[in-house]
Structure formats: structure tokens, C-alpha cells
């Protein structure tokens, strides 16, 4: 199973879902349609995925600040404290509702918070815990953020919109029924931008959640429309999340607010359950406090669903969580698990100084080689706005009901769904030709010099469904600094091994942000976004 098969296997599926998108996209809403017709069928459950590989959080140190403080805790160490009886369930669960009442109001994460269930649900885990039979659960009860647009059984979702604002599921999400199937607690629901849109305003635009690094300032940029479960995360109200990314909803947050994202490789994981935006660039994936955390929750979410076509017949799912474990020599030295060749592209450390510092670090560890890389030609045509547009018409063709019905229901976000009425068929096709060009360019050209691949954006990974990972390199000004690492299909181990020996020798993911003043209580005045302003701004 090495990479040519994984290509061929990608190209294949690529193409594919190309071919099929509109099909496939327009049945979605009918499983997400109550608010139009409530005899709508729901999505259907999914069972845990059948060769996904086991689970097994090791036993890694618990760090002093995470024994003094649940909240402090990364999702592996609260596994490990559970485990071994230094905690319970309910207690963690306790400690984020109890910081979500205090701080919430400011940062404006959750669109619901699931308390009373929440806490049902941790005095169950600590009961099965506590069982001599017990089966013992991969994330052991551990408290989780969902983003707004993913199903959930009994608990509105909404998707920040109008449209659904009326909406409750009767069926969980693949991926949340996965989660919770491994013990994971469903904490609440975390805001987002307009159907995925923007960052997250209410539906009429008016901005809602902020950075965690500057609460009194909602004009600092919280990375896209994941902004919730990223907030939820950064502010210490969940212990780890889960988003959507379409144009950089993952990655972008999680370099704005000192996080880790992963989104996946295409079809890595189930869109079953998930309000869509555009069926060729959504993907599921975690946004978490490190590399280990990532790769735990990515591997309970992945895995072939009969519901979602496009995860079927993949490569299997490589031991992630073993690719997170940093390899440290008898004398302390870290070292990367392979040889691994990483790709800097031109203009990488422009007017960034923390990229410098990135590429010296990367650099004394043993096993990587920096290589410059060239992208392909017509690289800035093939990834920039003409082409980049054409995920506007995929967006529109399941919502066309509403369209057509009550554009009030789109609120600030209805010019971008307007402007994908406006592309015809053949624009989309030269579109879909363009991006299989681009793809066979990118892993013909960067990826025969290299094994991962830095990025100053993620628009192009979006469009060609790579996987890609954001972590954290800095600070700015105060404000996190993150990077941006791609990768081959279906080879997420390789940046998490990257990852997972830069964060072993620097501590920027460790670094919290102070809690909001909550006295004296200061009026923030939130600004309001225009559609044209949100248009711009559209994922």
C-alpha cells in the first residue's frame, strides 16, 4: 500500500465525486430538511467503522498544570487521568460547564450547551468505568464541542441560519455517533458562520464569537467558520472539538487561536449527517489542543460509512495516534519517525518572521531535510478567485428550494449564494477540468521532491481534498501564529509525525490565553458584517 496506490486510488475517487457531485449533494438536504417539510427522512445512524484501527491512548505523563486544573488538560491526559481513577467523568464535565457560565457570555462559543445531558451522560461513563466488565472506552468520557452543522440527536442544529433554525435532528451525524460510541460526551454545540459561510455572526451578520487571545476585541480575526469549537477549545470550555472545512474552517482557526487541526483527505471521514456547503471541498476533521489530541479523534471519526460513498474502498487508516508519539533517543533527542523531506515553497518566510524560526527548528531535527520546492505552472490562475468560484454553484444546487421560496433566509450570506446561481454548466465543468489538471500537477511536480509540503493558504489543498494539518509556531503581536503542512493522499501520519516532534521541542501549543475580565463589566460593541463584506469573506 505504498503512494502510488494511494494516487491511484485518489485520482480515482477525485474524479468521481467530480462527476457525481451535484447528484450526490442535492439528496443531502432532503435528510436535513425539517425546517421545510417535517416528514423529511433523517439521516441514517451509522455504526462505528468496521476496519478502523483500535484506539489505544497511551499513558503519557500528566502535566502538574493538568493535575491542578481538568480544564488544563489535553484530551489525552484527561483519557489518562480517568483511566487511572485520578479523575471522573463528571468532574471534567463539571469544570468546562462551570467555565462556560462564567466566560461564555464573552466568547460566545456555544450555540447550545447540552449541561443537563452532559452530565448524565459522565455519570453513566463513570458507572461503566467503575465496572469490574467493563469495555474500556477510547475517550473514557471526555467532554466534546460539535460544530453547529453536524446532526445531533435530540439537540437543535442550525448551522447559524435561518433556514434551520426550526431544526432537530432525530439521527446523530456519522462522525458524533462515532465519538460517542468511543465515550465521548456531546458538551454543546459550537457557533459558526452562516451555513458555513463566514466566520460567525448571527444570521443577519452581526459578529458573535471572538478570538480567545483578544475577548474585548471582536475585530481580530478567529480563523473562518469553525470559530466556535475553536474558541470552545482555546478558552478552555471543551476538550477538544470537532469542525468543517470547505475553504480553511479547520486549519485557519487553529492558527489563529494556538490550536491543531487536521482536515483529512477527502473522504477520510463521513459527511453522512453534515448540512453541506460544497460536496467536492467539505471535509470533517478535530480541531485540538495538540498533535496526539488530533490524531486520537481523528482516528475515532474515520473509516467507510454505506452512507457516504466517498469513504469506501480507501487505503486503511494508518496508527495515527502512533505517528502523533514522538520518537526521543536514550539521550532526550528528538527525532522524526521517517526521513521526511518538507517542502518550502517560494515566499514562504515573506514578512513572517515566525516561518523563519519555523523552517531553523524543523531543521535541527534529525531525519528532516528542507527542500525548496516550485509550484506548478498557472499555480496562482489554477488556485485563485475565477477557479475557486465554482464551488458557489455545488452550494446553491441543494438549497435551490429556498432560493426560489424566501432569500430573507439566507441573511448576510445570500450574495454568495446568489452568485452561484449565476455560473453556468460549462463554467463548472472547465472548473472540475482544471482542478484534475492541478491535482496530477501537484503530486507530478512538489510531491516527486518532497514528502509534506508548507502552504501560505489552504484554498489549494481545499480544492484538491489533500489532507493538511495547522499548528502552532508563535506569536505576533500577542496574536498566535500558525503554519500550514500538506501532505500526499491519505498520508495524515506523515504530518502528524512532523508535527508531533516540532511540538515535542517547542511549547507554543501549551501556551493558554488569560481568561476575560469579567470586572468591571466592559461593553464590547460588536460590529456588523455587510453581505458584501460577508460575500468577500465567503468560504
Known sequence: MGRDLNRRTFLAASAAAGAGGALAASAAPAAAAPARTPDAPAAPEAPPAPDAPAVDVPDLPVREAARHDPTEATLAEAVVLIRTGRLTSADLVQAYLDRIEKY??????????????????????DRANRSEDRKPAPLAGVPLCVKDNYFTKGVPTRANSFIFEDFVPVTDATAVARLKEAGGILLGKGQMGPLATTRATTPNGMITTVNAWTPDNPLTDPGGSSTGPACAVAGRMASSSIGTQTGGSIVNPANRQNLTGLKPTMGRVSLNGVIPLSYTRDHCGPI????????????????????????????RLPNL??????????????????????????????????????????????????????????????????FNAARLSERTEPFRHWLRKDLTKFGVSVLSWLQGLMLSGDEWITAQRAKHHLLRAVLDGPFDHCDVLLQTSPVPFDILGLPEIGFPIGFTAGIPTGAILGGAPYEEDRLLEVVAAYQAVTDWHRRRPADPVLEPVKRVVRPLLTAVEAAAASA
Open 104 to 125: 461564555d457570555k464573552t466568547y460566545q462559543a456555544y450555540a447550545e450547551v447540552t449541561g443537563k445531558q452532559a452530565l448524565l451522560a459522565a455519570y453513566a461513563a
Open 288 to 315: 485540538a489542543r495538540d498533535a496526539m489530541d488530533a490524531a486520537i479523534m481523528l482516528t475515532v471519526m474515520a473509516g467507510p460509512d454505506a452512507e457516504d460513498p466517498r469513504t469506501r474502498g480507501l487505503p
Open 321 to 386: 495516534v502512533r505517528a502523533a508519539t514522538p520518537v526521543v533517543s536514550p539521550k532526550g533527542k528528538v527525532r522524526l519517525r521517517r526521513r521526511t523531506r518538507i517542502g518550502v515553497p517560494p515566499g514562504f518566510t515573506d514578512g513572517i518572521a515566525r516561518r523563519s524560526a519555523l523552517l531553523d527548528t524543523l531543521a535541527d531535527l534529525p531525519g528532516v531535510t528542507l527542500v525548496e520546492i516550485r509550484y506548478p505552472t498557472d499555480w496562482s490562475l489554477l488556485t485563485g478567485g475565477a
